[in-house]
């Protein structure tokens, strides 16, 4: 018989009454233990969702966020937007100079392609 394979212990009767006791044992878990029985350590409990404060975050105006996509970067002679709420740009996100800084390949001693 192909059921039987998927049985606990291949008694039909006893196999139901397992899966109700389990099934009772976590509804009342959920019910008065708020799930924390059956929680795995990694999980938490909803209390300690609670008692963490939710960030906060500061909303900004219009003008205040256009002002802030109009930034330049940084770093001298750097045409660049700043990236994001950074004072660089992409390139000099660290702080220092980038390799594809300097004169181009247009202007006068610049690097060829």
Known sequence: MVASDTMLTGIVEIDILIFFV??????IDRAFFD??????????SSE???ARP???RKKDGPSERQRKQLEKCAMEHCNSLSFR????C???KDGEGHETDGPGWW???GAPL
């Open 107 to 109: 202007e006068e001693r």
């Open 35 to 44: 799930g924390k029985l059956f929680a795995s350590p990694d999980e938490e």
């Open 90 to 92: 992409w390139k000099h």
């Open 54 to 56: 939710a960030k906060v």
């Open 48 to 50: 300690d969702q609670e």
């Open 85 to 88: 709420n950074s004072e660089y």
């Open 22 to 27: 389990g099934l009772m044992a976590w509804i």
